[in-house]
């Protein structure tokens, strides 16, 4: 399997498949290479996904490395290996977060960037839902249990079951235990508890400007608000958006809606 040395020797994760623009996938903040196997076999590009350190395959690290700064030189450093001097990011929440960063500190490796259902204010609410279940092991036991469970979440509707099954499999492991998860709980500590102020991640939106850029957000997020997209769209009257209906954090990336804005992102970028 395919593995690369961070600086500090934590083993990283990846795999490849396509060709052309190199596109490299950055997944929410527990999941891994996997969250993008629903838009894999729509993108016609070279689609490069990780996963981050204490994620999926990779090596667990010292708690204090799981954060953007780090993650996103251990990105830079999956680029050195693979002697790209430039990729685009398409990046899911947390792996957003990350996309921004580079634009801000090594603009001269990005060739675009995506968002899925994140921006540079991060929604109160959604963040309170995320603290809840980070390092939790589920309840359920089972990944049909587990998949019921998904099925009865807000604001998604029109899901098929299979997809939800599919879900849990990617981010569970079934142990005679029941199921486990598939990162460092550690991750939990990372989060704060609300108390300190947000940090104003506006720069990092702002240091994009003149890169292909894609917005696209579940119409029913509580992570990324209406207000946050007019204000990212305001800034940048050229964004390819999409707001995707019944679906809320986060989208699956198959959407029509995404997929449209997707090949649209690609196409300016060749």
């Given at each position: 399997m395919p593995f690369f040395a961070a600086a500090d020797g934590t083993q990283i994760y990846f795999e490849e498949a396509g060709a052309g623009t190199p596109v490299i996938a950055l997944p929410g903040l527990t999941r891994n290479t996997t969250d993008f196997d629903h838009a894999a076999p729509h993108l016609d590009c070279r689609l490069i996904r990780l996963d981050y350190r204490g994620r999926g395959q990779s090596d667990w690290a010292a708690p204090e490395t799981y954060t953007v700064p780090v993650e996103a030189s251990d990105v830079l450093a999956l680029m050195d290996h693979l002697s790209l001097p430039k990729a685009a990011f398409?990046?899911?929440?947390?792996?957003?977060?990350?996309?921004?960063?580079?634009?801000?500190?090594?603009?001269?490796r990005v060739l675009?960037?995506?968002?899925?259902?994140?921006?540079?204010?991060?929604?109160?609410?959604g963040l309170n839902v995320i603290r809840a279940y980070v390092g939790q092991r589920p309840a359920q036991k089972t990944y049909a249990e587990a998949a019921a469970l998904r099925a009865t979440?807000?604001?998604?509707?029109?899901?098929?079951?299979?997809?939800?099954?599919?879900?849990?499999?990617?981010?569970?492991?079934?142990?005679?235990?029941g199921l486990d998860l598939r990162y460092d709980p550690a991750l939990a500590g990372t989060l704060g508890d609300g108390s300190e102020p947000a940090p104003d991640l506006w720069p990092l939106f702002d240091a994009m400007a003149g890169l292909p850029l894609a917005v696209i957000r579940g119409a029913n997020s509580d992570l990324l608000t209406t207000e946050t997209l007019a204000e990212m769209q305001r800034r940048r009257p050229d964004a390819i958006v999409a707001t995707v209906p019944d679906r809320a954090h986060i989208p699956f990336l198959d959407e029509d809606e995404s997929l449209e804005a997707l090949h649209r992102w690609l196409g300016a970028m060749t």
């Open positions: 398409l990046g899911t929440s947390r792996g957003g977060m990350i996309a921004m960063f580079l634009a801000a500190t090594a603009k001269d675009g960037i995506a968002l899925n259902d994140i921006g540079p204010e991060i929604a109160e609410t979440l807000p604001g998604f509707a029109n899901v098929p079951m299979d997809r939800w099954l599919a879900e849990v499999r990617q981010q569970y492991v079934q142990t005679d235990d």
